[in-house]
C-alpha cells in the first residue's frame, strides 16, 4: 500500500515487513529492538490513552525529548487519533519553551529526561492551558509516559470504536505537525505541515535513497528537526531499522557497532568527522603521512562518472586501497550513503567523501518545505557535486528576477500557525512559496545556492556580499573552525573567526612556538596572528576585490547552540553573534574611518 497519511506507515510496516525490527536504541550498553507489530501496538495504545483522557481532533501537543523509539509511539498514536504534533528542539531555553508552550495552544507536554523537566515543569505550570506533564524517563514526582499506554490497554470498546472512525476521517490534507522554526533571526514561527506535505516528500526521497529491509539506519538528526523527520519516515517506508546514536560523541562508535549502511548529517557533523580524519592524518609521521595527505588531495579533486581522465582514476583506486578503506572501516566499512541538508555544505568536503566511497546526498529545502526542494543523486544524468541537485518528484521550481529561489508543490505548508500576516507575505498571487534564498540554475536543471536573501549584505561603496559562500573557503583552511562574515554598510567585509584549537596547538609545538595554556592568550601570540594573517592572504586571492577581507578578529569561545550563537539545528544566529562580539567589530571599523 501507499500511504496517504503519515500513520499508513504502521499498517504497511506490518504488512510488508512482519516480524522485522523497526526500531532501536542503547539502554545499558546493549541495543534494543522493536518490531514493527511492537511499534504499530504501542502507538495504537498511546492514541487510545489520549483519547481516554478526554484529547480531541486538532488538540496539541509538545514533545521535547532526545531520539528514541518512544518519539515514534507518541508521533504515531497523536496523528492517527487526529492530534496535532509539536516537536521541540531540547535545546532551547526556559524563555524560547514558554513562547512555544503558550502559542501552540499545547494541553500536554512530553520531555526526556530529568533536565528538561527541570527546566520545563515551573513554565508550564504557568501556562493553564498545559494540563499534563509527563515524562519518558522515570523521574520522581513526575507522570510516566506509560500512564497514558495503561489507559490505552484498558481503553473501553467505545474508545477504541473511536480512534477507528478518527483514523479513517483524517484527511491528507489535514494539518499533523506544527514546527516551529529554529528562529535564526527572531522568534520561531509555527510552520503547519500537512499529513500530504510530509508524506509526499518522503514518498520522493525513498525514491533517491532507495533503502530496503536489510538496511541498517543510524539516526543522528534529531527527530523534531524536519529533515530528521523526513529520514525517519522515508526510512521506516523502505522497511529498514533505525537506530539512534546515543549522542554526538558516540557518532563512530555506534556506526561500528551496527554495521551501518547509511545515516544522516548536517554540515556540521561532516566537518567534524572530516577534521577528526585529518586529525588522524596529522598525527602520522615519515611516508605513511606523506602518502595519507597525497590521498587527501586526490581526494579534493573528485568528480564522479569519469569526469576525471583515465590516470587520475587509477591513481584514485590506489588512494582507495592505502587511505580511503581505513576511512570507510572508521565508519563501520559498511556505510554507503549519507543524506545532508540543513546548511551549506562545503563543497571540498562533499567531493573527498565522494571520493573515499562515502555518498554525500546533499539536498535543499527548509522547514516550510517539509524540508526537501532540490537533491542531488549519485546517477550521472542527475549528479553535479557542488549543487544541491535537481527538484525532487511532486515540486516546480522558477528563479524570482532579484535571484529568490520560489518553488510549488505538495510538499509546501499551508501557513504559519496563527499568523496570516507572515504566511500571505512569503506567497505570491500565483501560489508560489518564496523561500527567501537566492540561487541560480547549472546545465537548466541543478540548483546552486548562493545565500539566505536576508543574510546577503551591501557594502558602502554598492557591492554586494553573500556571507555564506565566503565563510565555506575560509573554513578551507585547517586553522579555522567557525567563522561569520560582515561588513554591512561598512567600506570593506570583515570576519570573525574561531580557531581550530586542538590544530592551533599542535601547530605550535610543531614550530616550536612558546604559547599560552589558555585560548584567548594563544591568539595573541604574535606568531599565530602573522600565520592567520598569511591564510586569510591565501584565501582572498580567490575572491572577488569586494568580498576580500581586509581585517578580521580570533576569538576563543566556540560557537554552539547551548551557548546561543547556533540554532537548535546548528545555524549559525548572526545576530546574536554581532550583539555578543559588538565592541570587537567596532574595534575593526572604528580604525577604518
Not at 560523541?249 to 549502511?261: D, F, W, Y
Not at 577534521?275 to 606523506?290: C, E, F
Not at 573567526?497 to 590544530?503: A, G, M, N
Request: aromatic share 10%; charged share 25%.
Amino acid at each position: 500500500m501507499v500511504p496517504t497519511r503519515n500513520f499508513d506507515l504502521l499498517e504497511r510496516f506490518t504488512t510488508k515487513f512482519p516480524g522485522k525490527n523497526a526500531l532501536s536504541e542503547k539502554i545499558k550498553g546493549e541495543w534494543n529492538f522493536y518490531s514493527s507489530e511492537k511499534y504499530s501496538q504501542i502507538s495504537h495504545q498511546f492514541g487510545l490513552g489520549l483519547l481516554e483522557l478526554g484529547f480531541k481532533k486538532g488538540d496539541k501537543i509538545i514533545t521535547v525529548t532526545n531520539n528514541r523509539p518512544q518519539w515514534n509511539f507518541v508521533d504515531m498514536g497523536m496523528s492517527m487519533a487526529g492530534i496535532v504534533h509539536v516537536p521541540v528542539f531540547t535545546s532551547m531555553n526556559a524563555e524560547e519553551y514558554n513562547y512555544i508552550m503558550k502559542h501552540s495552544d499545547a494541553k500536554m507536554v512530553i520531555v526526556s529526561d530529568q533536565k528538561l523537566y527541570e527546566m520545563i515543569q515551573p513554565e508550564a505550570k504557568k501556562i493553564k492551558a498545559v494540563e499534563h506533564l509527563f515524562t519518558f524517563d522515570t523521574i520522581e514526582g513526575a507522570k510516566h509516559w506509560s500512564d497514558v499506554l495503561e489507559k490505552g490497554k484498558h481503553a473501553s470498546s467505545e474508545t477504541r470504536e473511536k480512534l477507528e472512525a478518527i483514523k479513517n476521517e483524517i484527511l491528507p490534507d489535514e494539518v499533523v505537525s506544527i514546527i516551529y522554526t529554529s528562529g535564526t533571526t527572531g522568534r520561531s514561527k509555527g510552520v503547519m505541515l500537512t499529513h500530504k506535505n510530509l508524506v509526499s516528500n518522503f514518498l520522493a526521497a525513498s525514491d533517491v535513497f532507495k533503502l530496503n529491509e536489510t538496511d541498517r539506519y543510524l539516526a543522528i538528526i534529531p527527530v523534531c528537526h524536519v529533515g530528521g523527520r523526513l529520514g525517519n519516515y522515508q526510512t521506516q517506508y523502505s522497511g529498514a531499522c533505525i537506530y539512534y546514536a546515543e549522542s554526538m560523541g558516540t557518532i563512530a562508535a555506534n556506526l561500528k557497532e551496527i554495521s551501518a549502511t547509511g545515516f544522516d548529517a548536517v554540515p556540521r557533523i561532516l566537518e567534524k568527522i572530516y577534521d577528526s580524519v585529518i586529525a588522524k592524518g596529522r598525527s602520522l609521521t615519515g611516508m605513511k603521512k606523506k602518502i595519507f595527505f597525497w590521498a587527501v588531495k586526490l581526494g579534493l579533486q573528485y568528480e564522479p562518472h569519469g569526469k576525471k581522465g583515465w590516470l587520475y582514476y587509477r591513481k584514485l583506486k590506489i588512494a582507495d586501497k592505502m587511505i580511503f578503506t581505513k576511512w570507510r572501516e572508521a565508519l563501520g566499512g559498511h556505510a554507503k550513503m549519507v543524506g545532508c541538508g540543513g546548511a551549506a555544505l562545503q563543497p571540498r568536503l562533499e567531493r573527498i567523501f565522494w571520493a573515499s566511497g562515502l555518498k554525500i546526498i546533499n539536498m535543499y529545502g527548509l522547514t516550510e518545505t517539509s524540508p526537501i526542494i532540490t537533491i542531488n543523486r549519485t546517477e550521472k544524468e542527475r549528479c553535479k557535486l557542488g549543487s544541491v541537485g535537481t527538484v525532487i518528484d511532486g515540486v516546480e521550481l522558477k528563479i524570482a528576477d532579484d535571484g529568490e529561489i520560489l518553488c510549488k508543490g505538495d510538499c509546501v505548508m499551508p501557513g504559519y500557525y496563527k499568523d496570516e500576516a507572515q504566511t500571505k507575505s512569503v506567497f505570491d498571487e500565483e501560489g508560489w512559496f518564496h523561500t527567501g534564498d537566492v540561487g541560480h540554475m547549472e546545465d537548466g536543471k541543478f540548483l546552486m545556492i548562493t545565500d539566505r536573501k536576508k543574510e546577503i549584505f551591501k557594502l558602502s561603496s554598492g557591492k554586494y556580499v553573500a556571507p555564506q559562500q565566503i565563510e565555506n573557503r575560509i573554513k578551507e583552511s585547517a586553522f579555522v573552525d567557525q567563522v561569520m562574515v560582515v561588513g554591512e554598510h561598512q567600506k570593506f567585509a570583515s570576519a570573525l573567526l574561531v580557531p581550530d584549537f586542538s590544530y592551533l596547538k599542535e601547530w605550535c609545538v610543531n614550530n616550536n612556538i612558546k604559547n599560552g595554556k589558555k585560548r584567548e592568550e594563544l591568539i595573541k601570540v604574535p606568531e599565530v596572528v602573522t600565520m592567520m594573517n598569511e591564510e586569510i592572504a591565501k584565501i582572498n586571492e580567490s575572491l572577488l576585490e569586494w568580498e576580500r577581507l581586509k581585517r578580521f578578529r580570533m576569538v576563543h569561545e566556540e560557537w554552539s547552540p547551548a551557548t546561543g550563537e547556533l540554532s537548535a539545528s546548528l545555524k549559525l544566529k548572526r545576530k546574536v553573534v554581532a550583539e555578543r562580539y559588538s565592541k570587537l567589530l567596532e574595534s575593526i571599523y572604528s580604525k577604518a574611518t
